[in-house]
């Protein structure tokens, strides 16, 4: 999420699990893949068995998935490269700019004393001879229009300095969006469809597993048995995997750039976007209001996905807890 949003600015549908911002691939037609998820299309199944079907499919895929190519690889770093040199190239210029500015402030000093003591002796009387007043008004003549030739100057370097930065901003914009970014976990039940919590990381994409596993700590029910997630770097970490052993339940992880196979959490997270689409705020306190305010009326409100029509998931959660 944009670390800052205002009213009626779209929200872009991006990704930050893997530990970069990824933008959602337009689907082209064609046919159907033999996603791993396609063994929830069997109705008569069991959850408990379909989930573990769904386990062993993803498995035998992760066993033939084929590894990105060395061009890739070397496309990604590449355009590390290129950001590195963009910011490496900013703060250069940033510097030379304070440079500047600080050799400009000391230029107007001295003229401002020149001019001074220059008023200063046109005033006062003297006994200077006719000669030397001529001397004296060359002189001045001399210091102003130096002046003149440095106003005239500094007119050309801030004009180099603009079109300096207006190159940089150009080759940014080139590359993928740099900007800040705050990290939000979700967490729902997809059978009550409750949303058990958002943590908000300010870390952004640079969120740790061990983030995560604080959180998920704090707001993972006891009973629990499956934890779905997408295939992000936290998720995969030794931090996560140490999570599942110790509660002992089972991880599912969805299919490669395939976002329906938990369509419950998405479905959650499309939600969450429309809400906050009309909503403004300025930093991470703000947001983190919002979603509590969020969290609330979601919880509290009718939900059309529930068994039982006209309940909310607190309502429908409290009725599943008295059997």
């Known amino acids: 999420m944009p670390a800052t949003h205002e009213d009626e600015e779209k929200l872009p549908a991006v990704s930050g699990s893997s530990g970069r911002l ?174 058990m919590g958002l943590p908000l990381f300010v870390a952004g994409s640079h969120v740790t597993s061990q983030m995560i596993v604080e959180a998920l700590k704090e707001l993972l029910p006891p009973e629990l048995l499956f934890i779905i997630s997408d295939r992000g770097i936290h998720f995969t970490a030794d931090a996560f995997q140490q999570l599942v052993q110790d509660e002992e339940f089972i991880h599912v992880l969805i299919a490669r750039h395939r976002p329906q196979s938990n369509g419950i959490a998405e479905r959650f997270v499309r939600t969450l976007k429309e809400w906050l689409k009309d909503k403004s705020w300025l930093n991470e306190h703000d947001l983190d209001t919002l979603l509590l305010s969020f969290l609330d009326e979601y919880n509290h409100c009718p939900h059309q996905g529930l068994s039982i029509p006209g309940l909310s998931p607190n309502e429908f959660a409290n009725r599943i807890f008295l059997f």
């Not at 408990?48 to 890739?72: H, I």
């Not at 440079?99 to 401002?112: A, C």
Request: proline share 4%; glycine share 2%; with cysteine.
């Open 22 to 195: 990824v933008i959602e691939k337009i689907d082209e037609g064609g046919t159907e893949p033999d996603y791993p998820g396609r063994v929830f299309e069997d109705r008569d199944k069991e959850d408990v068995e379909a989930m573990l079907d769904f386990v062993n499919a993803s498995q035998e895929k992760d066993k033939n998935r084929v590894p990105p190519s060395p061009e890739t690889e070397t496309a990604q770093t590449s355009l590390k490269a290129k950001k590195r040199a963009l910011r490496i190239e900013k703060g250069q210029l940033r510097d030379e700019r304070r440079q500047v500015r600080h050799q400009r402030e000391q230029e107007d000093v001295l003229w401002k004393k020149q001019k001074l003591q220059w008023q200063k002796q046109k005033i006062e009387p003297s006994n200077i001879s006719t000669s030397q007043r001529k001397l004296q008004d060359e002189t001045w003549r001399l210091i102003r229009d130096a002046r003149c030739q440095l106003k005239t100057q500094r007119l050309l370097e801030d004009e180099q300095w603009r079109q300096h930065k207006l190159s940089w901003r150009e080759r940014e914009a080139q590359l993928p969006i740099i900007t800040s970014w705050i990290a939000i976990l979700v967490v729902t039940d997809n059978c009550t469809r409750q949303c």
